[in-house]
């Protein structure tokens, strides 16, 4: 057993830890007051070749393992959950069905330009009445001779306002249940295809979302992903896989929090010491330390796993679990630690506790991820 990252995870830890460092954080602060993505990302992270990292040399992409997305997405986290989280909407969620799916010429016109930062994606599941409970969407894509006929409408999408293409879940087969789910390519200016409405939140205020509306939009036959009906299992290989890099991303997050936090208990003083030196807060940051190393190391466990090919589903969900509600606790206690300064937006530990609060509900939720762990070991928990 080898717990060392590999010396070439280690070079790209740093490349893109420094990437992140001097490239992002400077627009984190009007990206945040703006609620706007800095577009001008996408092509640079293109060029340098950071957003196909796991896609393989032939379509673009770098051909690392999991373990390096797992390390990309902690360092883009880090920095800012809102602006790494339409990267993970466009490198993981809009792309990895057509990576891993798609036919030949689906990858040539779609992923091929996306692993470049020319054309940016999105993935459309969630519709307003229907989250967790994928099953309830109501969107519906009809045949009509060489093409589909899309209706429907979707909510809380990643990027939907700036995105080229949308992968958008719809039944073809309503009597087949899941299995009747299929998914499509829908490219921006399709007829029938309209952004309803770009929506304001509480956290994540950088990467743009949005309700989408598809009004008889008729989509080619080419662009059902895979040229095949019936894309449910596609969509499930695609959350798992997606869950452990928000674990990853979730982490990030923390240790932004705690790394704040830390340099903040060693400069201020009260009752002429540092408040780290007080026992209550001193232990505050052992606890906060120690979390962050047990998800860290769960999550390079169950990267580990995808990339043996085994199978990880209830493991996927664990980390996700753990990692996202540590790191609410973990951003919870770093703003205790910075007193009546938290409340200030000029310190950033208001935006990682708004940012993590989020993370335990994108992606599944809490109780959605202990929902999938009691099924894995046999239970009916509805
Ligand atoms: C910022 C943001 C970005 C997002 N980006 C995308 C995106 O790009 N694409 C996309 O498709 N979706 C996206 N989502 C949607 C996200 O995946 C859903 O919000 C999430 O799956 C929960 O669905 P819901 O909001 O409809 O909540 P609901 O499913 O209505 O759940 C409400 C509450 O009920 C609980 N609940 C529901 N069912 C059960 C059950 N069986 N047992 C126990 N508790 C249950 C839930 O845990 C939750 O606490 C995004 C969401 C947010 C907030």
Redesign the pocket.
């Known amino acids: 057993m080898d717990f060392d990252l590999s010396p070439e995870h280690r070079i790209f830890q740093k490349a893109i830890r420094d990437f992140a460092e001097k490239e992002i954080s400077p627009l984190v602060e009007r990206a945040e007051e703006e609620e706007r993505f800095p577009l001008e990302l996408f092509p640079k992270m293109g060029q340098l070749g950071y957003l196909g990292i796991r896609y393989s040399e032939i379509y673009g992409g770098s051909g690392a393992d999991k373990i390096a997305e797992c390390i990309w997405a902690e360092e883009l986290f880090r920095i800012c959950r809102g602006i790494a989280?339409s990267l993970f909407?466009h490198c993981h969620?809009g792309t990895f069905p057509i990576f891993a799916f798609g036919t030949e010429e689906q990858k040539a016109r779609f992923l091929h330009p996306a692993i470049r930062g020319e054309k940016i994606a999105?993935?459309?599941?969630?519709e307003p009445n229907?989250?967790?409970?994928v099953q309830a969407i109501e969107s519906r894509a009809v045949k009509v001779g060489q093409s589909y006929l899309l209706r429907g409408s979707?909510?809380?999408?990643?990027?939907?306002t700036i995105a080229d293409f949308v992968l958008v879940?719809a039944y073809t087969d309503r009597s087949k249940g899941l299995e009747g789910i299929s998914l499509f390519v829908v490219e921006k200016g399709a007829g029938g295809f309209h952004v309803s409405r770009k929506l304001k939140?509480e956290?994540?205020r950088s990467?743009e979302?949005a309700q989408l509306s598809f009004e008889d939009c008729l989509i080619s036959e080419e662009n059902l992903i895979g040229a095949r009906e019936g894309a449910f299992r596609n969509i499930f290989k695609t959350l798992v896989e997606g869950r452990v890099v928000i674990a990853a991303g979730a982490t990030g997050v923390a240790r932004a929090a705690f790394e704040a936090a830390l340099q903040y208990a060693k400069e201020r003083i009260a009752f002429g010491r540092p408040i780290g030196n007080f026992q209550a807060i001193g232990f505050k940051l052992a606890d906060m330390a120690t979390w962050i190393e047990i998800s860290r190391t769960m999550i390079y466990r169950v990267a580990w796993m995808v990339d043996q090919k085994r199978a990880c589903t209830s493991e996927a969900s664990m980390a996700k679990l753990f990692a996202t509600e540590m790191a609410e606790n973990v951003t919870s206690e770093a703003m205790q630690i910075f007193g009546g300064y938290s409340q200030m937006r000029e310190f950033p530990v208001g935006r990682y506790w708004r940012d993590a609060r989020?993370l335990k509900?994108?992606?599944?939720?809490?109780?959605?991820q202990r929902?999938i762990i009691c099924h894995q070991m046999g239970l009916k928990?509805?």
């Open positions: 989280t909407a969620l999105a993935f459309a599941l969630t229907a989250g967790s409970d979707k909510m809380f999408v990643t990027n939907g879940a939140k956290g994540s990467s979302t989020q509900i994108g992606e599944g939720t809490s109780e959605i929902r928990t509805d």
